[in-house]
């Protein structure tokens, strides 16, 4: 795995939370370490093999948790609050984001309230006319989620 991937996994996971509503703090500190991963020099695994913990605690935004969570990435290809996060909210509630208008609030809501997961359930959803039963989505913004809808 190499340090996009793992930059990659760890902004799923942020935006993931952010969806989910959790803690902004730890919301950012995974996109922060994201961002000093993707464009490190060394790749994570040479780093993680040579001077394990201490090694990745030399990159800016990485703390002994994160470190964990990046060995654990590397060793397993997953880390155990991933799948305890994906077990809870399923990783294609971040599909809604790329639609015009969604963005974490709103995939938040709909998530919880209305039970979707998918850009399938979103279809379905519309379909059945019930974005217009949304709050905070005006017709404008129906109109955008519906024709992205329709090119994907």
Known sequence: ???????????????????????????RSYRMAAEA????????????????????LEIPGVGKALAGKIIELLDRGTFAAWE??????PESVLDLLDLPGVGPKTAAMM?????????????????????ETVDGIGPKIAERIKSA????
Do not use: H, Y
Request: proline residues 3%; charged residues 30%; glycine residues 8%.
């Open 1 to 27: 795995m190499d340090n996009e991937q793992v930059a990659r996994r760890f902004n799923r996971m942020a935006a993931l939370m952010a969806v989910r509503g959790e803690d902004t703090f730890r919301t």
């Open 37 to 56: 991963i993707e464009t490190w020099p060394t790749p994570m695994k040479e780093i993680a093999e040579i001077d394990g913990v201490a090694g990745l």
């Open 84 to 89: 305890k996060l994906t077990t809870e909210t």
């Open 111 to 131: 998530n919880q309230k209305f039970k979707i997961t998918s850009l399938d359930d979103l279809r379905k959803f519309v379909a059945g006319g019930g974005l």
């Open 149 to 152: 809808l329709a090119r994907i």
